[in-house]
């Protein structure tokens, strides 16, 4: 069954047509630049790619088909907003301030792609990635249970794939926002697959939002391929979170255009058919032909934007490639806000071991 066919809240089609009257901030320089955003988060992906082929990543998990859900989100949190991430939501991160070369300093497996201590350039006290599946909407609780006690009229905004919904700590999460009243916004990429598993076979309802009822919540489900349907559905759900009004699950509609991760092989269990339909409805080209249609972007402009791209990309990667490690204890200072005393011990051993490897080739 094509997904794209069930009903859906949707305001631009894959062909770049309006089939609702579009949402009042949906100038066209608003979603000139989600465009731009989208384009920017897709080059950098393929490059994230190419750097994990040529051994300067660890496994990396693309967002490719996934950049209008990304944009959507990144763009609708407020600054005193919280985003609490799943691990495919590097266009949304981009978004609320975090630079390119921080995720790749997580992929590259250098822990400080995971501060995000405000500073000059970051101006966001969000979560960092969580790669363990589910287990960020437990920690979203947490954050929007803190937020309505402090009185705080601000939002938390959780990510999670479809696979996700699957599992007790999803659930757990939703029923104690609901039953909390919590200003707490669920949204699942539904991209169809968990890994290997399709959507089919992971719930038997027709869609992942109604899990939302049994929670006492509002759910929704839109077209994660259309970046006006996601903006605006997450704009509501946000305001709605921040008035003391509860909370919302959300669910968008799109699909894994790349493998689950570079670990992966999806052509071992879904077929070529069924991925090249897929790319009939990806998001980038469905805002782009709805802004060249109506005058709102041009080759000229789609060429420069490219080679901007590039640099910018280019630019985060140099800076990645030439950080200074960091010293092989620091494994050691992430694990505990208090270290217990055979830890200590063990790092002490691990310097003492590195300054006679360094003596030795200095000698």
Same mark, same amino acid.
């Given at each position: 069954?094509?997904?794209?066919?069930?009903?859906?809240? =949707?305001?631009?089609?894959?062909?770049? $047509?309006?089939?609702?009257?579009?949402?009042?901030?949906?100038?066209?320089?608003? /979603?000139? &630049?989600?465009?731009?955003?989208?384009?920017?988060?897709?080059?950098?992906?393929?490059?994230?790619?190419?750097?994990?082929?040529?051994?300067?990543?660890?496994?990396?998990? +693309?967002?490719?088909?996934?950049?209008?859900?990304?944009?959507?989100?990144?763009?609708?949190?407020?600054?005193?907003?919280?985003?609490?991430?799943?691990? =495919?939501?590097?266009?949304?991160?981009?978004?609320?301030?975090?630079?390119? $070369?921080?995720?790749?300093?997580?992929?590259?497996?250098?822990?400080?792609?995971?501060?995000? &201590?405000?500073? $000059?350039?970051?101006? !966001?006290? %969000?979560?960092?990635?969580?790669?363990?599946?589910?287990?960020? !909407?437990?920690?979203?609780?947490?954050?929007?249970?803190?937020?309505?006690?402090?009185?705080?009229?601000?939002?938390?905004?959780?990510?999670?794939?479809?696979?996700?919904?699957?599992?007790?700590?999803?659930?757990? +999460?939703?029923?104690?926002?609901?039953?909390?009243?919590?200003?707490?916004?669920?949204?699942?990429?539904?991209?169809?697959?968990?890994?290997?598993?399709? =959507?089919?076979?992971?719930?038997?309802?027709?869609?992942?939002? @109604?899990?939302?009822?049994?929670?006492?919540?509002?759910?929704?489900?839109? %077209?994660?391929?259309?970046?006006?349907?996601?903006?605006? !559905?997450?704009?509501?759900?946000? %305001?709605? #979170?921040?008035?003391?009004?509860?909370?919302?699950?959300? @669910?968008?509609? +799109?699909?894994?255009?790349?493998?689950? &991760?570079?670990?992966?092989?999806?052509?071992?269990?879904?077929?070529?058919?069924?991925?090249?339909?897929?790319?009939?409805? $990806?998001?980038?080209?469905?805002?782009? *032909?709805? *802004?060249?249609?109506?005058?709102?972007?041009?080759? @000229?402009?789609?060429? #420069?934007?490219?080679?901007?791209?590039?640099?910018?990309?280019?630019?985060?990667?140099?800076?990645? &490639?030439?950080?200074?490690?960091?010293?092989?204890?620091?494994?050691? %200072?992430? /694990?505990?806000?208090?270290?217990?005393?055979?830890?200590?011990?063990? =790092?002490?051993?691990?310097?003492?071991?590195?300054?006679?490897?360094?003596?030795?080739?200095?000698?």
């Amino acid at each position: 069954m094509n997904v794209q066919s069930l009903p859906m809240l =949707r305001f631009i089609n894959h062909l770049g $047509e309006t089939v609702e009257q579009l949402p009042a901030w949906a100038n066209n320089e608003t /979603l000139v &630049t989600f465009y731009q955003d989208m384009v920017l988060s897709r080059t950098y992906d393929n490059k994230a790619v190419a750097l994990q082929r040529t051994g300067k990543l660890g496994t990396y998990p +693309s967002h490719l088909g996934a950049e209008a859900f990304g944009i959507g989100i990144g763009h609708a949190l407020q600054p005193n907003d919280v985003l609490i991430p799943y691990y =495919r939501d590097m266009p949304a991160m981009w978004v609320r301030g975090i630079p390119m $070369e921080k995720n790749l300093q997580y992929w590259g497996g250098d822990e400080r792609g995971s501060d995000f &201590t405000p500073s $000059e350039d970051v101006h !966001c006290h %969000d979560l960092p990635f969580c790669v363990p599946i589910a287990t960020q !909407c437990t920690h979203a609780v947490g954050v929007a249970a803190a937020l309505k006690i402090e009185g705080a009229h601000k939002a938390a905004l959780v990510t999670c794939g479809d696979g996700a919904t699957s599992k007790g700590d999803f659930l757990e +999460s939703i029923n104690c926002a609901g039953a909390w009243n919590l200003p707490l916004v669920f949204v699942i990429n539904n991209n169809q697959w968990a890994i290997s598993v399709p =959507r089919a076979l992971q719930c038997a309802a027709d869609f992942l939002s @109604e899990k939302a009822r049994g929670a006492g919540m509002n759910g929704v489900t839109v %077209d994660g391929n259309d970046a006006v349907a996601v903006h605006d !559905c997450v704009l509501a759900a946000l %305001d709605k #979170a921040r008035k003391g009004k509860g909370p919302t699950l959300i @669910e968008a509609v +799109s699909y894994r255009l790349s493998d689950h &991760t570079t670990a992966d092989d999806a052509s071992r269990y879904r077929s070529d058919d069924e991925l090249q339909q897929a790319w009939q409805y $990806e998001p980038i080209q469905r805002l782009k *032909l709805y *802004l060249t249609n109506i005058g709102a972007w041009s080759d @000229e402009q789609e060429q #420069a934007w490219l080679q901007e791209c590039k640099s910018l990309v280019e630019a985060a990667v140099d800076n990645y &490639t030439n950080l200074v490690p960091q010293a092989p204890e620091s494994a050691f %200072d992430y /694990l505990y806000e208090s270290p217990p005393a055979e830890l200590n011990a063990q =790092r002490d051993e691990l310097i003492h071991k590195v300054m006679r490897m360094q003596g030795g080739q200095h000698g």
